[in-house]
């Protein structure tokens, strides 16, 4: 069965402290692989997208990186603006109208 | 350029009533996607439709849930007799055709239906 696993559930950091999360997947022939940010009370918000074991991507303090079984945020120096659930998702081979969430990382920084 | 629109952002329904929730997709996207997300528990996926077509109601519950996208208008997500289960945030989607491969969704703010 295709899923996504985050983990941790939740993390606090300082702010200037860096860390990463981490998206386990499972899933018949990736088919790509996507990070969004969520704010409280607000929809989701893209940020990445990652097709191939040992793809980057960088925004601002955002790091996105790949495996083959597993892909990290690397969040280098936080500010407290950082903080959000982040999100991982992906298509499950089977079908073409969908993507599976991870359930989130709550991350926290503190100034 | 206004992004996915979704009214109302807050609805309360006594249990036995029905709930309708509306989703604009984003200027220039065709595809819609509603999800729905439990309190601690991740985004799930319920339905995809284009204009006059579901394409996907895997998610969907098999009773009491209903989903259009007219011509014109808005996609409407219909909830009748409404339980307290259903209690959630609803979010909405839209993308252009190369939504799902890229990942590329642009969420609307959700409307969070609360069942007493």
């Known amino acids: 069965e295709d899923q996504v696993t985050q983990s941790p559930e939740a993390l606090r950091l300082q702010e200037g402290e860096s860390s990463s999360l981490n998206c386990s997947y499972t899933?018949?022939?990736?088919?790509?692989l996507f990070w969004y940010r969520q704010d409280p009370g607000k929809g989701p918000e893209f940020l990445f997208t990652?097709?191939?074991a040992g793809e980057e991507k960088e925004k601002e303090r955002l790091k996105a990186t790949l495996t083959k079984k597993e892909s990290f945020l690397h969040i280098t120096a936080p500010k407290p603006e950082d903080s959000a659930t982040y999100l991982c998702a992906v298509p499950p081979y089977s079908s073409a109208s969908k993507i599976i969430f991870g359930s989130g990382t709550r991350l926290s920084i503190r100034p | 350029n206004a992004g996915v629109m979704q009214n109302p952002r807050h609805l309360v329904r006594r249990r036995g009533q029905e709930a309708r929730l509306r989703c604009s997709p984003m200027k220039g996207h065709s595809h819609v996607y509603w999800y729905r997300q439990l309190p601690e528990e991740g985004l799930k996926f319920m339905v995809y439709l284009q204009k006059e077509n579901i394409i996907d109601e895997s998610g969907m519950p098999k009773e009491r849930f209903s989903a259009e996208f007219p011509k014109e208008g808005p996609s409407i997500l219909r909830i009748q007799q409404v339980v307290r289960g259903d209690s959630a945030a609803y979010f909405c989607?839209?993308?252009?055709?190369?939504?799902?491969?890229?990942?590329?969704?642009?969420f609307g703010s959700g409307t969070r239906l609360t069942v007493v």
């Open positions: 990652l097709y191939s």
């Open positions: 989607a839209s993308s252009p055709p190369s939504g799902v491969a890229t990942g590329g969704y642009t």
């Open positions: 899933v018949s022939g990736l088919r790509g």
